[in-house]
T-cell receptor
Framework: DAGITQSPRHKVTETGTPVTLRCHQT?????MYWYRQDPGHGLRLIHY???????DKGEVSDGYSVSRSKTEDFLLTLESATSSQTSVYFC????????????FGPGTRLTVT | DQQVKQNSPSLSVQEGRISILNCDYT??????FLWYKKYPAEGPTFLIS?????DKNEDGRFTVFLNKSAKHLSLHIVPSQPGDSAVYFC???????????FGPGTRLSVLP
């Protein structure tokens, strides 16, 4: 199994509060991704990173920001959480350029009340 | 509009029989495809891939077929086992694996 951890695994927060989710990898992969999974939508890309300090927006980036100051860590921040951001969030890594498959972390279930 | 579609939300198959999961896409620029399996409360697990230069790829009980003219791919599982019961996602990339678009998933139930 690829070495990917996510923290926290579960979080309940109130509308309007900031929330940060952390993804940590031990594979030294260049590419890291944040997805959200919602019923009927599969996995939708929020943001991705192709190197330290190099990030780009995905399909559903509004209301989210990311940072990557080290190869192993990719942070996802909800600047002011809304109920529509209640979801399961997955981090993934890819050794793009070596292999194309993405490997996923265990997920974080976020509930915004 | 969804670029990657899995039109069957669910599928039930008897143990030992073949499971066929289908995926259709609209973007003719997609050049690399993946299938993932997902159990509840876990992250998706990579199953098998295929590039647009091939029309078939096999790995054990899993075979993926690609029909580029029809913009269709399918995953065959033979023989199906109860442990295959999960949600299956197909994903497609138009930049050779840098980013992927995922379908909504098909829930497979393999009945003993």
């Amino acid at each position: 199994d690829a070495g990917i951890t996510q923290s926290p695994r579960h979080k309940v927060t109130e509308t309007g509060t900031p929330v940060t989710l952390r993804c940590h990898q031990t594979e030294n992969h260049r590419y890291m991704y944040w997805y959200r999974q919602d019923p009927g939508h599969g996995l939708r890309l929020i943001h991705y990173s192709y190197g330290v300090k190099d990030t780009d927006k995905g399909e559903v980036s509004d209301g989210y920001s990311v940072s990557r100051s080290k190869t192993e860590d990719f942070l996802l921040t909800l600047e002011s959480a809304t109920s529509s951001q209640t979801s399961v969030y997955f981090c993934a890594i890819s050794g793009y350029g070596i292999s194309y498959e993405q490997y996923f972390g265990p997920g974080t279930r976020l509930t915004v009340t | 509009d969804q670029q990657v579609k899995q039109n069957s939300p669910s599928l039930s198959v008897q143990e030992g029989r073949i499971s066929i999961l289908n995926c259709d896409y609209t973007n003719s620029m997609f050049d690399y495809f993946l299938w993932y399996k997902k159990y509840p409360a876990e992250g998706p697990t990579f199953l098998i891939s295929i590039s647009s230069i091939k029309d078939k790829n096999e790995d054990g009980r899993f075979t993926v077929f690609l029909n580029k003219s029809a913009k269709h791919l399918s995953l065959h599982i033979v023989p199906s086992q109860p442990g295959d019961s999960a949600v299956y996602f197909c994903a497609a990339s138009d930049n050779y694996g840098q980013n992927f678009v995922f379908g909504p998933g098909t829930r497979l139930s393999v009945l003993p």
